[in-house]
């Protein structure tokens, strides 16, 4: 019997890898490495998985398959690959996988998410317009110059008060994003810029709701799991939701009295406008968490990486420096209003972000069976582009890993998603909504801080010796923060 056992044992494998062989030969699927029983491919993608998949694609092509437990993950690396998933089959892969972490938190999930809806419904489509409506449109982002210039100005008052200290150029950036968009939302401060590296409740809550995102969880890939939560993930969420909504709930609670007392809605913020389109407590606080949660760590990433890469690329910090004492004079603060005469400064931007886009894959789920490249795309497959393998491809981009902002100087790539080389935001459908904010919000901060001080590594270390290694959860993160030391200009 004992022998009987082990013979199976030794044959399931090779049952397997027989099955699946066939399965791909006669499906048409897109090449990839050979999957565990079981595990699939797994083992593959480890820490960090954009590098990973990066360098499996220079083995089995711009577009292949991966198996995780009973999934199957297409993903695109090129230019072509991406056209094809983004542009051409937009429509049938449009889809999200929801996290069962997020699932079962409540079923109104996917009726509430502007970013994860499973599908792009009629409800989707009306939250989009309403957060493009009175959030990103030409008009609203032009009328909230003057809170982008409030904020960022309380940013680099904190910074001239700490002249000398040694700062944490992540975490400042992090309340001062955080602070914009809950004003947007609902008309108040998040957190306390004074605050700065210390790890308050409200950023507590957003860092765990970030790692709980970004953590592997069975009953994704193993349906037989499902419901059961057996990590916990499902429980930790909930209660995280809970601690943060209590961060606004006074708030919401404030307002919805003051209707039901015959205020006038005046559509002041976000919030107002939710309120008179008929939503309730439980859908304004997961559209709260969604966009702080998304929205700052993306801004604050993107301006982290910005800065280190000027610190350690001497010559470009030289050069964007002369840019803004040219444009902007010697003591003036930099107002939004300048940027559109500052292409340096958004010639660093771009070049961050084509080095390290914040989302470094876009993740999409198809909808129907469907044919890219040639291959068969089966529906309800996983389906990713891995934009840091677009921004770093050698044959679009000369010296790929290089921080070369001229390269954009005369090029007429943008944010747009009309270029399937260079995606910093994603495209189609599901784009991410909050470009234009970002757009604004992430070169304002820069260039302050850039014409406002010198910056100086700790310990007189000197800038070849800064870390640049990447940490990846929801975004990408540097493995180790920026610390730096603001000093007044020319001393």
């Known amino acids: ?132 409506t009175e959030l990103v449109s030409a008009e609203a982002t032009e009328e909230k110059s003057v809170l982008r210039e409030e904020k960022v100005k309380v940013l680099i008052d904190f910074l001239s008060s700490n002249k000398g200290n040694v700062v944490n150029i992540g975490e400042v950036v992090f309340t001062t994003a955080a602070n914009f968009i809950s004003n947007l939302l609902f008309s108040k401060d998040f957190i306390s810029i004074k605050d700065e590296g210390k790890v308050g409740a409200a950023k507590e809550h957003i860092r765990e709701m970030e790692r709980l995102a970004s953590c592997f969880n069975l009953e994704d890939y193993y349906p037989i799991f499902r419901g059961l939560d057996i990590q916990g993930l499902g429980k930790k969420a909930l209660k995280c939701i809970e601690s943060l909504n209590a961060c606004w709930d006074v708030i919401i609670d404030e307002r919805q009295e003051s209707i039901k007392n015959g205020a006038i809605c005046k559509d002041k913020d976000f919030l107002d406008a939710l309120l008179a389109n008929g939503l309730n407590k439980d859908q304004i606080n997961w559209i709260f968490g969604e966009i702080l949660i998304t929205g700052v760590d993306t801004s604050s990433g993107a301006v982290e990486w910005a800065m280190a890469e000027l610190i350690k690329n001497p010559e470009a910090m030289t050069k964007l420096r002369e840019e803004l004492t040219k444009e902007l004079g010697g003591g003036t603060i930099v107002k939004d ?91 189609g459908r599901r784009m991410c909504p909050g470009l234009p904010l970002a757009a604004r919000l992430v070169p304002l901060i820069v260039a302050s801080l850039v014409h406002s001080f010198d910056w100086y590594l700790p310990d007189n270390r000197s800038p070849t010796e800064l870390d640049m290694v990447e940490k990846l959860g929801i975004t990408l993160q540097k493995a180790e923060p920026l610390l730096l030391i603001p000093k007044s200009k020319g001393l």
């Open 337 to 427: 209003s300048d940027l559109p005469r500052l292409p340096f400064l958004n010639a660093c931007v771009k070049e961050t972000l084509r080095l390290h886009p914040t989302v470094t894959i876009v993740t999409r789920r198809s909808t129907e069976t469907c044919k890219v490249m040639n291959y068969t795309i089966p529906n309800d497959s996983l389906v990713w582009v891995n934009l840091w393998a677009l921004g770093r491809d050698p044959t679009k981009w000369d010296d790929p890993s290089a921080f070369r902002p001229s390269r954009f100087l005369e090029s007429n790539l943008g944010f747009m998603g009309s270029n399937y080389e260079y995606l910093p935001f994603g495209t």
């Open 1 to 132: 019997m004992n022998l009987f056992f082990l013979n199976v044992l030794l044959v399931l494998p090779v049952f397997y890898l027989i099955l699946e062989y066939t399965r791909r030969k006669f499906s048409n699927y897109p090449p990839g490495p050979y999957p565990l029983p079981i595990l699939g491919n797994f083992l593959n993608l480890h820490k960090p998985g954009h590098i990973a998949l990066a360098n499996l694609a220079k083995v089995h092509g711009p577009l292949m398959s991966l198996r995780l437990g009973t999934k199957l993950l297409v993903v695109g690396s090129s230019q072509a690959a991406a056209t094809e998933i983004l542009k051409i089959n937009d429509r049938v892969m449009c889809g999200r996988r929801i996290p069962q972490t997020f699932e079962a938190v409540g079923k109104t999930f996917d009726l509430v998410s502007i970013l994860g809806a499973n599908k792009c419904n009629e409800n989707w489509k009306m939250l989009r317009t309403m957060f493009k």
